[in-house]
């Protein structure tokens, strides 16, 4: 057990806003910046009602988990629902995933960072540049949750204003022709090239399933729960206001993209938030969207190391991970826990590096890795969503009060679940995404299989 059992519970220490921004930044990641045009192929212009659906789905999920944690405030609280209302050994398969998830996710932005700063240092060892980011990152992590949220807002900060900036550049191109020699583009690109349906319901679905990773990290609401300064009046500000944010964001610099660019011709644009900047005559466009992705990957890492330490953290507390993991610093925060998931970070990337020395195929193989956090991440959306039912059920006097409950109950549950039972298929059928998605159910499937001894051992 922890030396100082007085200090088994995390500081109060972030704000509604800093709350805000940490599910912000945890879900517009690099996927926004640079896999837009991944998503866009499948499907053409109608890439915008997927992902709307996604988020809409996803505002279900979270209207769910507020209404629990509302009443029920804690860190990795959706672990809990889930040990409590379905079963425990779904709380532990919930907390291990989202481990896996975050490490893996982690691993993936920290590489990206090393390749973003080869655009100002070309000859900078990616070994070097990944090793420091991770440094950096971990002693913000160690220093307080204060801190972490303090430099994850700023993070996002920096994703939200450029992608407001980009929206109305993209406006002043789509209807006052700026950037285009006086003539508004208007928007014929949605319908000319093939229709707004290109690829069909098959294509559509496609999208989706690659949109519900970019979508993964919303639930880190979930986890900073148990730091919030005001839970309950940051949880209904957070939960209200964090989904039309993401809508506003995604859905916005999709429309400004497909209308402003042929969707079939994207693939020859690069980047197209450079070249939206670049049209409209912003010189630099290419080092300013290099820089923002940059951040953008700093603070999927970040967020990764806060997420999977805490869920470590959590995990040592339920005697399902050994005792030190859930020692706390004297500023309050899970150092081991911490330096745990960072050395699995440092691990993962450095692998990365002796594999992509060896074999140039490499990079393909850790695409799939990456990809294979998806599956491993739908998981607290499940659980949340399944976890609610039984919760309605079991607290039915403390909800007639309750002033931020989830909209048609329960039918939005069962909609939800069965909408994120479909993209799974649809994963399976995708050759693309086919090889992740099983490695993501071995995980799980291994994860599911030492529960029983863990048992052995708290017994």
């Not at 998981?379 to 607290?395: A, D, G, M, Q, T």
Request: hydrophobic share 50%; proline share 4%.
């Amino acid at each position: 057990m922890p030396e100082d059992n007085k200090k088994i519970h995390l500081d109060r220490t972030l704000t509604s806003g800093q709350m805000q921004m940490i599910a912000l930044g945890g879900t517009i990641g690099v996927g926004l910046f640079m896999g837009s045009t991944s998503t866009i192929k499948w499907t053409g212009p109608s890439v915008l009602l997927a992902y709307a659906l996604v988020g809409m789905l996803l505002y279900v999920v979270m209207r769910a988990l507020g209404e629990m944690i509302y009443l029920k405030p804690g860190t990795g609280s959706f672990a809990d629902y889930a040990t409590t209302y379905i079963h425990p050994v779904a709380g532990y398969l919930t907390k291990w995933s989202n481990i896996f998830q975050f490490i893996v996710v982690g691993i993936s932005e920290v590489i990206a960072v090393t390749e973003y700063l080869k655009y100002w240092w070309p000859t900078l060892p990616g070994w070097s540049a990944g090793l420091a980011v991770i440094i950096i990152l971990t002693l913000a992590n160690l220093a307080s949750a204060k801190a972490y949220g303090s430099l994850e807002f700023w993070f996002a900060m920096i994703k939200v204003v450029t992608i407001i900036v980009m929206i109305i550049l993209g406006f002043g191109v789509i209807l006052l022709g700026i950037g285009n020699g006086g003539h508004p583009v208007g928007f014929s690109n949605l319908w000319q090239h093939g229709g707004f349906f290109p690829g069909g319901v098959k294509g559509f679905f496609f999208s989706m399933s690659i949109i519900v990773g970019s979508y993964q990290g919303i639930e880190l609401l979930g986890i900073t729960a148990g730091e919030a300064a005001n839970p309950k009046e940051a949880i209904v500000s957070s939960v209200k206001d964090i989904i039309w944010r993401i809508l506003i964001f995604y859905v916005g610099a999709i429309f400004v993209i497909v209308t402003i660019y042929p969707w079939n011709q994207l693939a020859n644009v690069g980047s197209p938030f450079v070249e939206t900047f670049e049209k409209v005559g912003i010189t630099g466009a290419a080092g300013i969207i290099n820089f923002v992705v940059l951040t953008a990957a700093m603070s999927g890492a970040n967020s990764g190391i806060y997420s999977a330490s805490r869920m470590l953290f959590k995990l040592s507390i339920d005697h399902e991970a050994p005792q030190f993991f859930s020692r706390l610093s004297k500023k309050v925060v899970p150092n081991v826990a911490i330096l745990a998931i960072s050395v699995g970070i440092l691990l993962g990337f450095v692998l990365n590096v002796i594999l992509s020395l060896a074999n140039k195929s490499a990079e393909n193989l850790f695409v799939i890795v990456y990809s294979s956090s998806v599956l491993p991440g739908m998981v607290p959306w499940i659980v949340i969503l399944i976890s609610e039912l039984k919760f309605r059920r079991e607290n039915q006097d403390l909800l007639k009060d309750h002033p931020f409950k989830l909209p048609l109950f329960p039918l939005s549950n069962y909609v939800v679940l069965a909408a994120l039972a479909v993209i799974v298929v649809f994963m399976f059928i995708n050759p693309d995404t086919r090889i992740s998605v099983t490695v993501g159910l071995v995980v799980l499937i291994l994860i599911a299989l030492s529960y029983p001894l863990t048992q052995r051992k708290k017994a």
